[in-house]
T-cell receptor, first 114, second 115 residues
């Protein structure tokens, strides 16, 4: 399976600021996703990161709040904009190779907003 | 609509005990995939197993085994002779169709294995 890294691994931010999280994969992958896991909760899909085009957002998530870039098949960023304490979560990226039907997850970014 | 239910919020066992984590799913599709992931305290999600809807064979991998029963829409996970390193949150997930990669996760079961 692919090796996935995320930066930063954790951060503490002030409300009203923005944080960009990077996801790097060691091989080209077709599918990349971003998830949010609020404290003690399950994972919720934020969006599918599409290479060379706008991300596809799930219900309840909007581009203004969570802009996503995917300039190539190995890299994506998620920005959490205008943060509030409610954005405190673990943010995970995942990748899926075509035909495998399996997602592999990065180590996650733990975000605390004060 | 698709749904995954993990009714056990938290389970505590003593080391070397066997433990079964339950997963019940709902789907209208005939083609789907089921998954188990482990999330240790470090936070990373570790892939454990994938099973497609046409393969009801049980699977064993070391101390781990999985029982898939379409008749009861269940995909249960058993750890034999549990160890402290098995302490984690375990998630069951469902993906409908082929190539969708759209996962629905259960709420997770926190397993605590006590020495």
């Amino acid at each position: 399976s692919a090796v996935i890294s995320q930066k930063p691994s954790r951060d503490i931010c002030q409300r009203g600021t923005s944080l960009t999280i990077q996801c790097q994969v060691d091989s080209q992958v077709t599918m990349m996703f971003w998830y949010r896991q609020q404290p003690g909760q399950s994972l919720t899909l934020i969006a599918t990161a599409n290479q060379g085009s706008e991300a596809t957002y799930e219900s309840g998530f909007v581009i203004d709040k969570f802009p996503i870039s995917r300039p190539n098949l190995t890299f994506s960023t998620l920005t959490v904009s205008n943060m509030s304490p409610e954005d405190s979560s673990i943010y995970l990226c995942s990748v899926g190779a075509q035909g495998e039907e399996t997602q592999y997850f990065g180590p996650g970014t733990r975000l605390l907003v004060l | 609509a698709q749904k995954v239910t993990q009714a056990q919020t938290e389970i505590s066992v003593v080391e070397k005990e066997d433990v079964t984590l339950d997963c019940v799913y709902e789907t209208r599709d005939t083609t789907y995939y089921l998954f188990w992931y482990k999330q240790p305290p470090s936070g990373e999600l570790v892939f454990l197993i994938r099973r497609n809807s046409f393969d009801e064979q049980n699977e064993i991998s070391g101390r781990y085994s999985w029982n898939f029963q379409k008749s009861t829409s269940s995909f249960n996970f058993t750890i034999t002779a549990s160890q402290v390193v098995d302490s984690a949150v375990y998630f069951c997930a469902l993906s409908e169709g082929w190539g969708t990669y759209k996962y629905i996760f259960g709420t997770g079961t926190r397993l605590k294995v006590l020495a």
